[in-house]
């Protein structure tokens, strides 16, 4: 398998670890990365990286990363990356694992990507990422309304950097407080780099503007807690994850990264969960 990286932050830097600790390299890996972080990413390629694929590459811009004929590609960079690299890669055919799933909430940018995926075939793959349950609710709205309310938890390092930091004093809080309460399109434009749950869950379900969002800090969380009701003709679930804390980024849930790899692996197996 030849697989594309878009990223080298910490969740594609953990995935390329979990992949050279696997039980089979890559045929080829090709990292598209900043200019500044390709001395950086050849480094880790050649050393602890090294097994990950037979064969490495790196390139900065979305012609280098197509010209290196991947069967797969992983945005794990950001709002911008998806924007900036999304729309080509998916009229070229290529299937994108989008873990910056938030970008969906810019409308305009949802419809580039949709119509790009039509013209030239490839699938854009929104994996479950932190949260459990997103293909039973996938399956409800076939059926209809549904009715979808998410609480996000973190604690309030995670919240640090957002608009959370004018809502809450988060260096003095000694229990849960609720900052932001509105739709998903609402979080997923104010809190780009906390909120691709909530874009997830209304891209499975009732659509951004009709899933309800709350946004929490709690410095006694035992983790990054994702919490979501769904209620339709078909059922009413209700699930909870509290998922344990990525050691590179308070904002990102380890179970994260390994959902992106189940997406890799599954491109690879002969049977698919």
């Not at 911008?80 to 305009?108: F, I, N």
């Not at 609720?178 to 739709?183: L, N, Q, W």
């Not at 994702?226 to 059922?235: C, D, K, N, R, T």
Request: include cysteine; aromatic fraction near 2%.
């Amino acid at each position: 398998m030849r697989l594309g990286v878009i990223g080298f932050g910490n969740i594609a830097r953990s995935l390329m670890a979990l992949l050279a600790e696997g039980p089979a390299p890559l045929a080829h890996l090709a990292v598209l990365c900043k200019p500044e972080q390709r001395d950086a990413l050849q480094n880790r390629l050649d050393t602890d990286l090294a097994d990950a694929a037979q064969s490495h590459a790196i390139v900065t811009d979305t012609a280098g990363l197509l010209a290196e004929r991947c069967d797969l590609i992983v945005e794990c960079a950001g709002h911008s990356a998806v924007r900036a690299h999304g729309p080509a890669l998916l009229e070229a055919g290529l299937d994108v694992v989008v873990v910056s799933v938030g970008a969906l909430a810019d409308q305009t940018l949802e419809d580039t990507l949709r119509a790009a995926a039509r013209k030239g075939g490839g699938r854009l793959i929104v994996p479950p990422g932190a949260v459990g349950g997103v293909d039973m609710l996938a399956a409800l709205g076939t059926a209809g309304a549904v009715d979808v309310r998410y609480r996000g938890t973190k604690r309030p390092a995670a919240w640090r950097g957002t608009p959370a930091e004018k809502a809450v004093d988060l260096d003095t809080l000694d229990g849960p407080s609720v900052f932001f309460s509105g739709t998903a399109r609402e979080a997923a434009a104010h809190y780009p780099k906390n909120a691709n749950v909530a874009a997830t869950l209304a891209l499975a379900g009732a659509g951004f503007e009709k899933t309800q969002v709350e946004l929490v800090a709690d410095p006694e969380t035992p983790g990054n807690v994702h919490q979501f009701e769904a209620v339709s003709p078909l059922a009413r679930i209700s699930v909870r994850i509290e998922n344990q804390v990525s050691g590179g980024n308070a904002r990102t849930s380890a179970a994260t990264i390994h959902s992106v790899l189940r997406e890799v692996r599954n491109r690879q197996a002969a049977v698919v969960l």
